[in-house]
């Protein structure tokens, strides 16, 4: 599930034309650790998907429900 996690936020972030440099800013920590969050190396925890989700300017809640989906192309649905 951290690999879909990581990809539905690599996705959101894409859509919001934000840097890796600047959410890794936001949230704390370095470049190489937040791309292993979106990579699916890193699993992450409740307060920090919070705060993603929170510099994404969305909910902790729909990161998790395209996870489930599996969805593969995110910005068709964040444009509807």
């Known amino acids: ?3 879909e996690v990581g990809s539905v936020i690599k996705e959101l972030r894409k859509e919001k034309q934000l840097k890796q440099q600047y959410v ?3 949230l704390g920590i370095t470049t190489e650790a937040y791309a292993n969050i979106e990579n699916g190396r890193t699993d ?6 919070r705060m993603i989700s929170s510099i994404l300017n969305t909910k902790a809640s729909l990161i998790i429900a395209f996870a489930e989906a ?9 444009n509807v």
Do not use: C, E
């Open 70 to 78: 599996n969805l593969s192309n995110i910005s068709d649905i964040m």
């Open 24 to 26: 890794a800013f936001k």
């Open 44 to 49: 992450i925890n409740t307060s920090k998907l």
């Open 1 to 3: 599930m951290k690999k």
